[in-house]
């Protein structure tokens, strides 16, 4: 479900929306980020609901965006997956495709993180933690599986291979 909501939101409202006002490229990286902005947005309301939940909340929320490092390299590895996911979007003209590699993506990550363990003393940074999208690795697997896309789908306006 979270992969067709997600896809529905950022790529069907957001990035539709922009690439009407904008030219898609443009549109793609700024959906593209705003879909990685909210990534570091966590909202866990435990108790009850009252006038001041929400000021509680806020804290919470922005708890994110604390550990720069870790936010730099997920920041560009989740605007980097949003680029992919968008693209696939655009050149295929629906979101069912871009729906099936946002699901994959999920399956993997849900994966990787019940056959590994985090190792004390390891390169986090490198590696990233158990979220897979913190380390500097991932960032460059998911370079390669966008230019692994843009070779299976081609570029926008011409037919794939």
């Known amino acids: 479900m979270v992969a067709v909501l997600e896809e529905l939101l950022f790529r069907g409202?957001?990035?539709?929306?922009?690439?009407?006002?904008w030219n898609w490229r443009v549109a793609l990286i700024v959906s593209s980020?705003?879909?990685a902005i909210v990534h570091f947005q966590k909202a866990e309301l435990t108790g009850p609901v009252t006038w001041s939940s929400g000021l509680e909340l806020l804290p919470h929320m922005l708890a994110g965006y604390g550990n720069l490092q870790a936010m730099i390299c997920s920041f560009l590895s989740l605007t980097l997956a949003g680029i992919s996911l968008g693209f696939a979007y655009q050149k295929t003209g629906n979101l069912y495709f871009s729906i099936g590699l946002h699901a994959g993506w999920i399956f993997w990550l849900k994966f990787y993180g019940l056959v590994?363990?985090?190792?004390?003393g390891g390169s986090s940074w490198l590696w990233g933690t158990g979220k897979l999208i913190d380390g500097w690795l991932a960032l460059l697997v998911l370079a390669g599986a966008f230019l692994l896309l843009v070779h299976l789908?081609?570029?926008p306006g011409e037919k794939a291979p």
Do not use: D
């Not at 990035?15 to 006002?21: D, I, T």
């Not at 590994?116 to 004390?120: D, F, G």
């Open 33 to 35: 980020m705003i879909y």
């Open 13 to 21: 409202g957001i990035f539709g929306a922009l690439r009407k006002v």
């Open 153 to 155: 789908v081609g570029k």
């Open 116 to 120: 590994t363990n985090s190792v004390a």
